[in-house]
């Protein structure tokens, strides 16, 4: 069954600590992967996808197949990090996403 | 960028009435809409697929005569929550994905409150 795992309800760091927010899948084809963030009182938006391999806000993802994972890190968390991040599944050959529970990151100062 | 927008952002109706809610995608045109739910502190559930010109595309448990979705252009899509009780109080948002693109652009939300 197709499944995004999100292990951490609540991830608190301090300023300056590096982050990783862990999400596992579950796909029997071949998974498009995303991180989604929402800000408070925002509406979600997309971070980064692994198709793109690309830095946003310091955030990387590498989709690892052998692990089924697609982990979010960070270096050096930053209070406006603080946040709900989602990791989000796509379908092959359609729109539909599966979503992973969530994880709040929490960064204190 | 892409915009999709909801109407209302809130809404209080009492048990047993209908409330309708709408997405519009702004600057973009959506054959597609998704429509989510999402409990307080929680994920996002897929409750169903909007489809425009057919029917919509309902998720394992959800309920298609009480949600009641209608894709009436490629820029609307309404959500219908038909006798509306109180375990209905959610807040509910829709995403589109714009064409060729495999990312969702997502509604700012409408928070329903069922009294």
């Known amino acids: 069954a197709q499944r995004v795992t999100q292990p951490e309800k609540l991830l608190s760091v301090f300023k300056g600590a590096p982050v990783e927010l862990k999400c596992n899948y579950s796909y029997s084809g071949s998974p498009e992967l995303f991180w989604y963030v929402q800000y408070s009182r925002q509406r979600l938006q997309l971070l980064l996808r692994?198709?793109s391999r690309e830095s946003i806000k310091g955030f990387t993802a590498d989709l690892n197949k052998g692990e089924t994972s697609f982990h979010l890190k960070k270096p050096f968390a930053q209070e406006e990090d603080s946040a709900m991040y989602y990791c989000a599944l796509k379908y092959s050959g359609t729109y539909k996403y599966i979503f992973g529970t969530g994880t709040r990151l929490k960064v204190l100062a | 960028g892409a915009v999709v927008s909801q109407h209302p952002s809130w809404v209080i109706c009492k048990s047993g009435t209908s409330v309708k809610i709408e997405c519009r995608s702004l600057?973009?045109?959506?054959?597609?809409m998704f429509w989510y739910r999402q409990f307080p502190k929680q994920s996002l559930m897929l409750m169903a697929t909007?489809?425009?010109?057919?029917?919509?595309?309902?998720e394992q448990g959800v309920e298609k005569d009480k949600f009641l979705i209608n894709h009436a252009s490629l820029t609307l899509s309404t959500l219908t929550v038909t006798s509306a009780h109180p375990e209905d109080s959610s807040f509910y948002i829709c995403?589109?994905?714009?064409?060729?693109?495999?990312?969702?652009?997502f509604g700012p939300g409408t928070r329903l409150t069922v009294t």
């Open positions: 909007s489809n425009e010109g057919s029917k919509a595309t309902y």
């Open positions: 692994h198709i």
């Open positions: 995403s589109a994905p714009r064409s060729g693109s495999s990312e969702q652009y």
């Open positions: 600057d973009f045109q959506a054959t597609t």
